[in-house]
């Protein structure tokens, strides 16, 4: 199994940026899918982006156009680069990795960091 570990997480003013990074051990032969959830406090953890072993990316509509998921050559990191934040994107991120990827839903994954915390406020 992939073990992944996230970072990067803090206060950002809205309208900023800010990259949160995810980082895999352990089964990172593998093919797996690599993906970001998130969690606001008294919500449910949802989806917020996708990329494939494949390289195809996918986003849920309410980061289409700000957020964007990437991975370093190695596969065995990956990236939410966040732009244009709003105060509704204030919740716990969460990296999380699928070898036998089936949805991009929470109890699909396998695989799961501990989370980082993003707050956007003024």
């Known amino acids: 199994q992939v073990q992944v570990v996230e970072s990067g997480g803090g206060l950002v003013q809205p309208g900023g940026s800010l990259t949160l990074s995810c980082g895999a051990s352990g089964r990172t032969d593998s093919r797996y899918a690599m993906a970001w959830f998130r969690q606001a406090p008294g919500k449910e953890r949802e989806f917020v982006a996708g990329?494939?072993?494949?390289?195809?990316?996918y986003y849920a509509d309410f980061v289409k156009g700000r957020f964007t998921i990437s991975r370093g050559n190695t596969r065995k990191t990956w990236y939410l680069q966040m732009n244009s934040l709003k105060p509704e994107d204030t919740a716990v991120y969460y990296c999380?990795?699928?070898?036998?990827?089936?949805?991009?839903?929470?109890?699909?994954?396998?695989?799961w960091g501990q989370g980082t915390q993003v707050t956007v406020s003024s």
């Open positions: 990329l494939t072993w494949n390289g195809a990316t």
């Open positions: 999380a990795a699928e070898e036998q990827f089936r949805a991009w839903r929470v109890a699909d994954f396998g695989s």
